[in-house]
């Protein structure tokens, strides 16, 4: 079983639309859970990382993280064409290494 | 700009021939690494370097690749006698040793291997 499972999509919403993210681990004793943005061509960008359970809100990004179900999720709200990119999710591993999902590709539809 | 830097951005080589990039990190940062990442995937750790000194490499580092970090700033990464399969975005990142969690990524090199 992969450390990190994602969707690869794509994902196509229309503009304004709330956007959900979501992502699997494998292991419960897994602390830390990033959402990286990337654009195409270029490196992936740090948006929010979480430790723990529960939520974190940056503006109008929600990292959610639920550890009963080993389930993260990224939602985001009033969604922009510029939000269009390749979403990552990661997970820190027991070696301290970041794992990173296959990243979902999302289409904001103006 | 005080962000992750690396050079070249693309690089296109013929099967074979010896390919070397840089990578210099947020300077304040002494853990930098090294991943590779191609289409539709997400980066893969190849290594990283404390300073100077190598950690870790993965398996996925053959003995075509070594990577270096001479006065623990900038970091090279070479591939010996290219291979079509080299051919990838290679990423490079930095962070302070107590948020390995808080990595932040260079614009990547691209390699093109024909």
């Known amino acids: 079983q992969k450390e990190v499972e994602q969707d690869p999509g794509p994902l196509s919403v229309p503009e304004g639309a709330i956007v959900s993210l979501n992502c699997t681990y494998s292991n419960s004793a897994f602390q830390y859970f990033m959402w990286y943005r990337q654009y195409s061509r270029k490196g992936p960008e740090l948006l929010m990382y979480?430790?723990?359970?529960g939520n974190k809100e940056d503006g109008r990004f929600t990292a959610q993280v639920d550890k009963s179900s080993k389930y993260i999720s990224l939602f985001i709200r009033d969604s922009q064409p510029s939000d269009s990119a390749t979403y990552l999710c990661a997970i820190v591993n027991r070696d301290d290494k970041i794992i990173f999902g296959k990243g979902t590709r999302l289409h904001i539809l103006p | 700009d005080t962000g992750v830097s690396q050079d070249p951005r693309h690089k296109i080589t013929k099967r074979g021939q010896n390919v070397t990039f840089r990578c210099d990190p947020i300077?304040?940062?002494?853990?930098l690494y090294w991943y590779r990442q191609t289409l539709g995937q997400g980066p893969e750790f190849l290594t990283y370097f404390q300073n100077e000194a190598q950690l870790e490499k993965s398996r996925l580092l053959s003995d075509r690749f070594s990577a270096e970090r001479p006065k623990g700033s900038f970091s090279t990464l070479e591939i010996q006698r290219t291979e079509q399969g080299d051919s990838a975005m290679y990423l490079c990142?930095?962070?302070?040793?107590?948020?390995?969690?808080?990595?932040?990524f260079g614009p990547g090199t691209r390699l093109t291997v024909t």
């Open positions: 979480t430790y723990s359970s």
């Open positions: 990142a930095s962070s302070v040793p107590a948020a390995s969690y808080e990595q932040y």
């Open positions: 300077s304040e940062h002494n853990r």
